[in-house]
C-alpha cells in the first residue's frame, strides 16, 4: 500500500517562507513523475512543481516560478516544497502527488495519481 504523507504547513506572514515535506512508502518510485499541487477554498486543484519521470527534470506553474523549489532526496524516499517571498494568494492545502504509471506525465486530471493527505499553507497579508 502506498503512503505519501506531507507535513510542514502552517500560517506564515506574506514575504515569508515555508518548506513542505512529502514522505513516501510502500514501493520504489524510480521512473515516476512527482509533484505538488494546491487547492484554494472554492477553486480547482492546481499544478504548482513536479518532477519528470525521468527523475532531475522540474518545471512549475507560471504564479509560482522564481519562489518556489522542488527537490527530493531519493534515500529518504521524501519530496520538498521550499516556498519563498510567500503571498497571501498562495493561500491553500497543497497535496504531494505520485503518478502510478511510469513514464507517463504527473497531472491533477487522471485517477492515476497517488496522493497525500494534504496540508494547510495560510499566508496574511
Known amino acids: 500500500q502506498v503512503q505519501l504523507v506531507e507535513s510542514g504547513g502552517g500560517l506564515v506572514q506574506a514575504g515569508g517562507s515555508l518548506r513542505l515535506s512529502c514522505a513516501a512508502s510502500?514501493?520504489?518510485?524510480?521512473?515516476?513523475?512527482m509533484g505538488w499541487f494546491r487547492q484554494a477554498p472554492g477553486q480547482e486543484r492546481e499544478f504548482v512543481a513536479a518532477?519528470?519521470?525521468?527523475?532531475?527534470?522540474?518545471y512549475y506553474a507560471d504564479s509560482v516560478k522564481g519562489r518556489f523549489t522542488i527537490s527530493r532526496d531519493n534515500a529518504k524516499n521524501t519530496m520538498y516544497l521550499q516556498m519563498n517571498s510567500l503571498k497571501p494568494e498562495d493561500t491553500a492545502v497543497y497535496y504531494c502527488?505520485?503518478?502510478?504509471?511510469?513514464?507517463?506525465?504527473?497531472?491533477?486530471?487522471?485517477?492515476?495519481?497517488?496522493w497525500g493527505q494534504g496540508t494547510q499553507v495560510t499566508v496574511s497579508s
Open positions: 518532477f519528470r519521470w525521468t527523475g532531475t527534470s522540474t
Open positions: 510502500g514501493r520504489t518510485f524510480s521512473s515516476v513523475a
Open positions: 502527488a505520485v503518478r502510478r504509471t511510469p513514464g507517463r506525465p504527473i497531472s491533477v486530471a487522471t485517477t492515476d495519481n497517488y
